[in-house]
């Protein structure tokens, strides 16, 4: 079946950075952009930024811009979050999601989310 | 790029009616065909209820439905069921390949 299977839980001291991975399964990794969005304890949704599998680009949300990479291996269908000088507002779950087809009408919804991953922040 | 507008907390018995406002602005709600929904159990992953503002993806309960009207995209429950009791959120394409989320609503079943 479809799923998006994702790496442990980090702790980091601030300063330091993250790397999180998420690995799909289940269906052609370079047909669906993939995004990815954090929650902070308590609190929403927050968009952090998109990549295409195929090529490789991203977007990033503004805040994010200057501090996030995001990275694709095709040949194992895996995903990886870099997040750089973390702070203590940087504690959060961080998930992956399928998005849209990249080729042809696509619907701009996140349909599969991985199980998320916990980043702690603290020094 | 701010966050969408949603009320913090909605609630109703159940067999009732209830709906979740997501207002926008017109650069992004009201100018794309593209607000989805989610609802999140505690603990758990957020999951698609609607997407293209009013389409239910396959195995999505018909109680739940989309409506979109200007700047401000509307999520119905009817029917209300104890399980439906969750946090939901509202998700906006804004462009540029960019995306927003709504700040979530609490949906407490009565």
């Known amino acids: 079946q479809v799923q998006l299977v994702q790496s442990g839980a980090e702790v980091k001291k601030p300063g330091a950075s993250v790397k999180v991975s998420c690995k799909a399964s289940?269906?052609?990794?370079?047909?669906?952009?993939m995004h990815w969005v954090r929650q902070a304890p308590g609190q929403g949704l927050e968009w952090m930024g998109i990549?295409?599998?195929?090529?490789?680009?991203?977007h990033y949300a503004q805040k994010f811009q200057g501090r996030i990479t995001m990275t694709r291996d095709t040949s194992t269908n895996t995903l990886y979050m870099e997040l750089r000088s973390l702070r203590s507002d940087d504690t959060a779950v961080h998930y992956c999601?399928?998005?849209?087809?990249?080729?042809?009408?696509?619907?701009?919804?996140?349909?599969?989310w991985g199980q998320g991953t916990t980043v702690t922040v603290s020094s | 790029q701010s966050a969408l507008t949603q009320p913090a907390s909605v609630s109703g018995s159940p067999g009732q009616s209830i709906t979740i406002s997501c207002t926008g602005t017109s650069s992004d709600v009201e100018s794309y065909d593209f607000v989805s929904w989610y609802q999140q159990h505690p603990g758990k992953a957020p999951k698609l209820m609607i997407y293209?503002?009013?389409k239910r993806p396959s195995g999505v309960s018909n109680r739940f439905s989309g409506s979109k009207s200007g700047n401000t995209a509307s999520l119905t429950i009817s029917g209300l069921q104890a399980e439906d009791e969750s946090d939901y959120y509202c998700?906006?394409?804004?462009?540029?390949?960019?995306?927003?989320f709504g700040g979530g609503t609490k949906v407490t079943v009565l």
């Open positions: 293209e503002d009013i």
């Open positions: 289940g269906y052609t990794f370079t047909t669906y952009y």
């Open positions: 998700c906006s394409y804004v462009g540029g390949s960019t995306f927003v």
């Open positions: 990549i295409n599998p195929t090529g490789g680009g991203t």
């Open positions: 999601a399928r998005g849209g087809v990249i080729t042809g009408p696509t619907s701009f919804a996140l349909d599969i």
